[in-house]
């Protein structure tokens, strides 16, 4: 098993920045966003399983309340490799968990990743070359691998990791300890950021991609040291220890205190997919605006428009920086540079007994 992958799809989240057409029981990775015809999970399992070798090695960990529609999307999926959280408490215990039960089928040695289900990979051969050189890491030392992606730009949507000394180089990759990882920034805090250069002149700062590959023995002894409380009960009780376990991110409870952290720096094309502006980084191609609708605009530019019948029309007169999205009984007008307040909104709605078909 050392020499193989055991990728783990995370496919519990909300996707809440992509509602309306994000709903609780039609979450994000289910949705079909770039006109491919595939769920960003499905996208997902396709760009891994030639990593896993197959279906019988690919796992997904998910809420409960999806499975239906997990095993709709992936009905090749073996029903023993799709565990099922009764509630979400954040990637840590999913994590912890996954890598006990891998643990107990493959033995300590297996080489595990974890990917969230919602990226967009552009170049999948780098992308599948930059896997084979996490697992080539993490099988050869104790190394808790984290693929760190090149900025492109001064992002303060995502989190930063601080490469240290050089580790090795492997399949033509360099490979670097972790210095530290730094909270989403703000602007000129990003682009101190990009504009700093290391001996080498490169910059040694690159994305959180929540992205990693370890191998299961290593992870589960840098959790009982680091996060006892969460791997403990899962351990002795499995999935029925969920109640008493507190709500982690595994970058809070492991990732963040590890002395075992690497990181890989990767320029494959990558997004994760927030928001709705993400279509505009994967569709734009130089057009006046990102049209998945019938859109008949005048004087309208820097949009998006995003409506689930094609047969509708989303007409615009004199708008710049919107999006438009229709789905079935709503529509959904937010300036671009306000997504993330959609949140907000859906707390309104939760406080509307009347909105509730709508979350």
Not at 5 to 20: N, S
Request: aromatic share 8%; glycine share 6%.
């Amino acid at each position: 098993m050392t020499n193989s992958l055991i990728p783990v799809i995370l496919a519990g989240g909300k996707g809440e920045r992509f509602w309306p057409l994000s709903r609780q029981h039609q979450p994000k990775q289910f949705l079909c966003l770039d006109g491919t015809g595939k769920s960003l999970l499905q996208a997902t399992a396709d760009r891994l399983l030639p990593l896993a070798g197959g279906w019988e090695q690919l796992w997904v960990v998910t809420s409960a309340r999806l499975a239906a529609q997990v095993r709709s999307h992936l009905p090749q999926l073996p029903e023993t490799n799709l565990l099922l959280e009764p509630e979400g408490k954040d990637t840590a215990p999913a994590v912890a968990w996954t890598s006990i039960e891998i643990a107990r089928r493959y033995g300590e040695e297996a080489a595990i990743g974890f990917f969230p289900a919602d990226h967009w990979i552009g170049d999948e051969p780098a992308f599948q070359n930059t896997l084979k050189a996490a697992v080539e890491l993490a099988t050869t030392q104790p190394a808790i691998v984290t693929l760190g992606i090149t900025p492109s730009y001064p992002s303060t949507g995502y989190g930063y990791i601080e490469q240290g000394d050089r580790a090795g180089t492997f399949r033509d990759l360099p490979a670097y300890r972790v210095n530290c990882f730094r909270e989403k920034p703000d602007m000129d805090t990003a682009e101190k950021f990009l504009a700093t250069k290391d001996s080498s002149g490169c910059c040694p700062y690159t994305w959180n991609s929540g992205m990693f590959v370890f191998r299961a023995g290593v992870v589960l002894a840098e959790l009982r040291t680091h996060a006892p409380e969460i791997v403990a009960p899962l351990a002795e009780k499995g999935v029925a220890a969920y109640s008493e376990l507190s709500k982690k991110s595994i970058d809070y409870a492991l990732m963040e205190k590890t002395q075992l952290a690497y990181v890989l720096p990767a320029s494959f094309g990558w997004d994760d997919l927030g928001d709705w502006n993400a279509l505009e980084r994967l569709l734009n191609r130089d057009a006046p605006n990102v049209e998945l609708a019938n859109h008949l605009g005048l004087d309208t530019t820097g949009s998006i428009f995003y409506a689930v019948d094609k047969e509708e029309a989303i007409c615009t007169i004199g708008l710049e920086d919107v999006v438009v999205v229709r789905d079935r009984h709503v529509t959904l007008i937010v300036n671009k540079h306000r997504t993330q307040d959609i949140k907000q909104l859906l707390k309104m709605l939760q406080d509307r007994p009347d909105f509730h078909k709508l979350l």
